[in-house]
């Protein structure tokens, strides 16, 4: 989307967008004319949220960082359980219950 | 039923503004959707903390509360999706490196889940399959009269969508069980559609109406005639009124778009006046031997 309708929706100044861009909070990867997209909108709301909620500019990309790992861990974890599932049936049962009996 | 914005952060309704922030600011951060990415009602709950805190934290909406000017819902913060429903989704995102797998399910929870009900091995386990987003692009008239529309998918397969008369550009569509298949029988995902509409060489939407602007020659302007307008749907006759000049707006009821609670935008026609592309002597005559009966000068309100 637009840099206008972005900052228009995210409810943020022109100066706040190249803060968190310079700081590397906000990743554009678009164009001029499609800079910013609905996963830098979601992120947007996500810093304004975490603003509300008390963080400050120190710890927000502490959170950013952690989520962003979250993320990162669950979808590889999301990959592991595909594999698994793909393995023959013994095989699968093997590894499934070794990690429940935990 | 009425809600209780109070209730649902837990204060007095003599609650201070500080009161109320930290009231918020507790329930949130145990509840926020992104610091709960596997958790589906967290949003739910979410969604209701933020509108009540929204409603109390203005506080001339909480007067207004107060007052029972307007109810709980007053001020519902029309929410956009979450950074969880991108970052957990099946879609390129420079802010993870391991993008590929998405699922609206919580897998961790589907690891324990099993471990609460397991027989004997316990080596099944299901998992629903993932959301699938696709893009269409509809032509202006299909968007407004609605009808089927058939996506390819990357397998070559087609999906059948059906589109409801008045679809918006931005709308995103969802066909419950049109995405990956399930796991383990698990449920099959959805497929998240979203729609671009392209826009009509004449036709223009404006909320639910459609503007159009129309040229009307000078003889139909002066002595005022039917005419042939189109519509969305095809083709109306309408009468232009004598002496009609560029700027009139005309409106054709119910001819805009189709409401999605029932009933139907209008049309609005603006007309232009359009003299005759080439010179025409006869005209040229008819103008020079014109009296005005009241002379005008429409440049008046420039002060010219």
């Known amino acids: ?102 | 039923m009425a809600i209780d914005p109070y209730k649902i952060l837990g204060v007095e309704k003599t609650a201070t503004q500080d009161e109320i922030q930290k009231a918020y600011r507790k329930l949130a951060k145990k509840i926020h959707p992104d610091l709960n990415p596997g958790n589906k009602k967290a949003e739910e709950q979410f969604k209701e903390v933020a509108s009540a805190y929204t409603l109390l934290s203005d506080e001339a909406k909480r007067k207004q509360f107060d007052a029972g000017e307007i109810d709980g819902l007053g001020a519902e913060k029309p929410r956009q999706n979450y950074y969880r429903d991108y970052a957990d989704a099946g879609t390129a995102n420079p802010y993870t490196r391991n993008a590929d797998f998405g699922d609206d399910n919580d897998f961790f929870s589907e690891l324990f889940r099993r471990q609460g009900n397991r027989g004997g091995g316990g080596g099944e386990f299901k998992m629903r399959g993932q959301d699938a987003r696709y893009r269409l692009t509809l032509d202006f008239l299909s968007a407004i009269n609605g009808g089927k529309q058939t996506i390819t998918l990357p397998d070559g397969a087609g999906l059948e969508v059906n589109i409801s008369p008045g679809c918006r550009d931005g709308q995103t569509l969802r066909l419950r069980g049109k995405g990956q298949a399930g796991i383990g029988g698990g449920s099959a995902g959805d497929a998240l559609i979203e729609i671009k509409v392209a826009p009509h060489r004449f036709f223009q939407r404006v909320g639910d109406d459609i503007r159009i602007d129309m040229p009307i020659t000078l003889k139909e302007a002066v002595l005022g005639a039917k005419i042939k307008v189109p519509t969305c749907d095809g083709s109306v006759t309408m009468t232009i009124p004598k002496g009609a000049n560029t700027g009139t707006v005309l409106r054709l009821k119910g001819q805009g778009v189709a409401r999605a609670k029932g009933g139907q935008g209008d049309q609005f026609i603006t007309l232009k006046v359009i003299l005759p592309t080439a010179p025409d002597a006869a005209l040229e005559n008819l103008i020079r031997e014109w009296k005005p009966t009241t002379e005008q000068n429409p440049r008046e309100p420039m002060g010219v």
């Not at chain 1, 949220?49 to 962003?68: K, V, Y």
């Open chain 1, 1 to 102: 989307m637009k840099r206008s309708e972005f900052l228009m929706v995210a409810h943020i100044e022109t100066h706040v967008l190249e803060n968190w861009v310079e700081a590397g909070w906000l990743l554009p990867q678009g164009d001029a004319d499609d800079y910013l997209s609905e996963i830098d909108l979601a992120r947007a709301h996500l810093i304004n949220d975490l603003n509300e909620l008390g963080a400050n500019d120190d710890s927000i990309p502490i959170i950013l960082n952690l989520i962003d790992h979250l993320h990162g861990t669950r979808n590889t974890l999301q990959e592991l359980l595909v594999r698994i599932h793909e393995q023959p049936e013994n095989t699968r049962q093997e590894i499934l219950s070794g990690i429940v009996q935990k």
